[in-house]
């Protein structure tokens, strides 16, 4: 796991290193048994692998010993025993082939800072048991995604350290069709993409999607959320504030007919330079049903959501939705043209799930019968995914539906798919009880952090249609992977925990070290597969849909 080693072990890195692409450089050495760090200076993982922010009085309490382990103690800040016991295992993890000792306290609930000893094994870090950990976890995720916002100034401070960038991308863009006539439509604002910064519209509805499922199920506690953005103590939460600033972005994407545009870039991927200093041409690269789709369901769902603090928005966003879902009336599927990027990443074959959301959420927000029917007409021939992305919409689709307060519904329909919904929430439980990381998914690929951290939504979702505690702690499961119960003994989220990444692919964070709040794309190919280097995009770049997935699960657990 050291530097060194997987330079070497990751191929693309050496091919990007060779290409000289991209500023990434070998790191200093670090002795063995320890890694450059946060304030670069070498420090270890935790001993005892742990959720390193901490744990809910309430709810499980799980750490894992990848030595053996007989006995723990659990210490307070002041060094005396708040409990003793025994540690179970091991069980062989399939994953990675490692031994695994659990270590369950989770009948202990007093609230304090802690640490775990465990003989032969080590001392885990400093922990917290607080109710209120789960708060502090939402809010630096929306740090992260306000330090995403494009065609603004950023400024943000996170642990005494300030981040910044001017107004970036004012020229967004040129239509790719008619860059003959060198028209610019205004397609500024939004959240860039990822490490790049691009802006995509079906990852960055499908972002908010989630963002507006966690509105929905959590008003109240969401409500009370501040964040240090420039919109605060206006009419708006806060939440709601960072999440308009996408959805009025992808108001501007959609054309004079009702289709929608795609992809706002350059042609290539920019250099690793601030985005103030990326003052390259960018287009907007097609357009299609897929992004129609995508923009009913986030258009009529933000009719919904801001009714009750800003009418007129509602109104716009629902003659929005309204006119791109005639457009998808009237057109079979329409695949976006995206053939002058050198990137079409987030190109769609096909426009089923995203057909299925959009009509749940006009639904949900006009009660419309024809849009009723074309819910229920996909429902009957759609499963419940428990692993799923941007390439998968549906299950936004389907949790509005079987969520709902509306009469109306096809009742044996509705029976069927929440019994698919609590079904898929109790795979993910047995998935995650044969995973010795408590993972709720058993691939590794791109993005396998984000993909966990949206198992959340099945099992909270699924909570509320068949409440059962196990649930909520297979949420809390998903979080303590992403904050240290993996492999690396590491939180994946910049800023938060211990030993974060510190070299997430990402441009701005290249110039003046890691942005706070955001998730990295984790394991990719295999168990052990990532590595905390800029170069490795594939493994350590950050992204909106997966850290709007986590604050999803960090929403769902704040008090
Ligand atoms: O920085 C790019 C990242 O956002 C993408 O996810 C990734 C894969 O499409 O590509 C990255 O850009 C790399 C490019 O594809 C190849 N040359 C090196 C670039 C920076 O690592
Ligand atoms: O997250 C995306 C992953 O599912 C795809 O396999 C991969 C290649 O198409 O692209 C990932 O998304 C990247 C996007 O294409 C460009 N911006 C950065 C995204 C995160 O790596
Ligand atoms: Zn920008």
Redesign the pocket.
């Given at each position: 796991m050291s530097s060194s080693t997987s330079l070497f072990a990751f191929p693309l890195l050496a091919i990007?290193l060779a290409?000289g692409?991209?500023g990434?450089g070998p790191l200093p050495a670090c002795s063995s048994g320890t890694e450059l760090g946060n304030g670069g200076w070498c420090q270890p993982p935790s001993a005892v692998h742990l959720n390193t922010v901490g744990f809910l009085p309430e709810r499980a309490k799980v750490a894992i010993a990848l030595q053996a382990a007989t006995t723990f103690s659990l210490v307070r800040a002041d060094g005396s025993e708040a409990l003793s016991g025994n540690a179970t295992g091991p069980v062989r993890d399939g994953d990675t082939g490692m031994d695994v000792w659990t270590i369950d306290f989770s009948w202990f609930t007093e609230q304090g800072t802690f640490h775990l000893d465990v003989p032969g094994v080590g001392r885990s870090v400093s922990f917290r048991i607080d109710a209120n950990i789960y708060a502090d976890v939402t809010k630096t995720l929306m740090l992260g995604m306000h330090g995403q916002r494009c065609g603004a100034a950023v400024q943000l401070v996170h642990d005494g350290k300030t981040f910044s960038h001017g107004v970036c991308h004012t020229e967004d863009a040129v239509p790719w069709e008619d860059q003959a006539s060198g028209t610019v439509k205004d397609v500024t604002g939004g959240w860039h993409d990822?490490?790049?910064y691009?802006k995509y519209t079906n990852n960055a509805a499908f972002s908010l999607g989630m963002l507006f499922r966690a509105w929905e199920l959590y008003p109240n506690k969401l409500a009370t959320l501040t964040l240090p953005i420039p919109e605060h103590g206006g009419p708006l939460p806060d939440f709601l504030a960072e999440a308009k600033v996408q959805l009025d972005q992808l108001l501007k994407m959609q054309r004079d007919d009702g289709s929608v545009y795609q992809q706002v870039s350059e042609i290539s991927?920019?250099g690793?330079i601030p985005p103030t200093f990326d003052t390259g041409t960018r287009y907007i690269f097609g357009f299609g049903t897929v992004q129609a789709a995508d923009l009913v369901a986030v258009a009529a769902a933000g009719a919904r959501l801001f009714l009750p603090y800003d009418p007129e928005y509602a109104t716009r966003c629902l003659a929005a939705a309204q006119k791109s879902w005639a457009y998808l009336q009237a057109n079979p599927f329409v695949s976006a043209n995206l053939s002058g990027t050198r990137?079409p990443?987030y190109w769609r074959r096909d426009d089923g799930p995203e057909r299925l959301w959009a009509a749940a959420e006009l639904w949900e927000t006009t009660a419309g019968a024809d849009a009723l029917a074309a819910v229920e007409t996909k429902l009957g021939t759609t499963s419940v995914a428990s692993n799923w992305d941007w390439a998968n919409v549906g299950n936004l689709g389907i949790f509005t539906y079987v969520l709902s307060k509306r009469g109306g519904r096809d009742l044996p329909l509705l029976a069927t798919v929440s019994g698919n919904v609590v079904g898929s929430a109790n795979a993910i439980l047995s998935q995650i009880s044969t995973s010795g990381f408590g993972r709720g998914i058993s691939d590794y690929s791109w993005g396998s952090n984000g993909s966990i951290a949206r198992t959340t939504l099945n099992l909270m979702v699924a909570d509320v249609l068949q409440p059962d505690a196990r649930f909520a702690d297979g949420a809390v499961a998903q979080l303590d992977h992403l904050l240290g119960r993996n492999v690396y003994g590491r939180s994946f989220v910049t800023g938060l925990g211990h030993f974060s990444p510190i070299h997430p692919?990402h441009?701005p964070s290249a110039i003046t070290g890691a942005w706070p709040g955001l998730l990295v794309g984790g394991p990719n190919g295999s168990a052990t597969a990532w590595t905390d280097e800029q170069?490795a995009?594939?493994q350590n770049?950050i992204a909106i849909n997966w850290n709007t997935a986590m604050i999803f699960g960090a929403a769902s657990l704040m008090p």
């Open positions: 990007a290409l692409g991209d990434c990822a490490g790049d691009g991927f920019e690793f990137h990443g692919h441009r170069g995009y594939e770049e």
